[in-house]
């Protein structure tokens, strides 16, 4: 059953600390999208990248986030430092050759 | 205005009921419309994929485009209390490009 796999699945942190959410997309798919979803914005798209290198960063806050692809089987989204308005759920979600996605579990963030 | 828009809801029905949601959109370059149902506290799960105008139907579940009103919807048959979830549209120009999200309509199908 190929899923896309996100952790941790909650982090609780204060603010001003580093925060590292890890999500291994679907074995062979070479897309990944990073989103963020609040309930007064909904998913918001913050990067994506195909083949491992990166596309499109626009919606994120360059100034403290950060997306990387270490590998195929791993995409990183770094938070430093971190904000309460940070808080919010956090979507990986990939494809292949296809504008389908599918998505992980995703990570609650709380920062206090 | 947004590129999607998407009536939040919620929308409440009796079990059984015929369910319709709908999204409307601007940009004329959409070619791909999908469904996705998120249930709480678990990602989005793609649903129904359309391409172009027409109907598409999988089961209880009817997708149609219209793309000269830009306007899509989804139908859902003989509801169930299992039906309840946030339901959100998305679209996309085609591979390459990104897909837009609607905000989401929650439907909630009282047993």
Avoid at chain 1, 8 to 36: A, D, S
Avoid at chain 1, 64 to 84: G, H, N, V, Y
Avoid at chain 2, 77 to 101: E, H, I
Wanted: proline share 6%; charged share 20%.
């Amino acid at each position: 059953d190929a899923r896309v796999t996100q952790t941790p699945r909650h982090k609780v942190t204060e603010m001003g600390q580093e925060v590292t959410m890890r999500c291994q997309p679907i074995l062979g798919h070479n897309t990944v999208f990073w989103y963020r979803q609040t309930m007064m914005q909904g998913l918001e798209l913050l990067a994506y990248f195909r083949n491992r290198a990166p596309l499109d960063d626009s919606g994120m806050p360059k100034d403290r986030f950060s997306a990387e692809m270490p590998d195929a089987t791993l995409a990183t989204l770094k938070i430093q430092p971190s904000e309460p308005r940070d808080s919010a759920v956090y979507f990986c979600a990939s494809g292949f050759r296809s504008v389908e996605q599918f998505f992980g579990p995703g990570t609650r963030l709380t920062v206090l | 205005q947004k590129e999607v828009e998407q009536d939040p809801g919620p929308l409440s029905v009796p079990e059984g009921a015929i369910v319709s949601l709908n999204c409307t959109y601007s940009n004329s370059a959409f070619q791909y419309f999908m469904w996705y149902r998120q249930y709480s506290r678990k990602g989005p799960e793609l649903l129904m994929y359309t391409y172009s105008s027409g109907n598409k139907e999988d089961g209880r579940f009817t997708a149609q485009v219209d793309k000269s009103s830009k306007y899509i919807s989804l139908f859902i048959r003989d509801s169930q209390p299992s039906d309840s979830a946030t339901y959100l549209c998305a679209m996309s120009a085609g591979y390459g490009n990104k897909l837009v999200f609607g905000a989401g309509t929650i439907l909630r199908v009282k047993s």
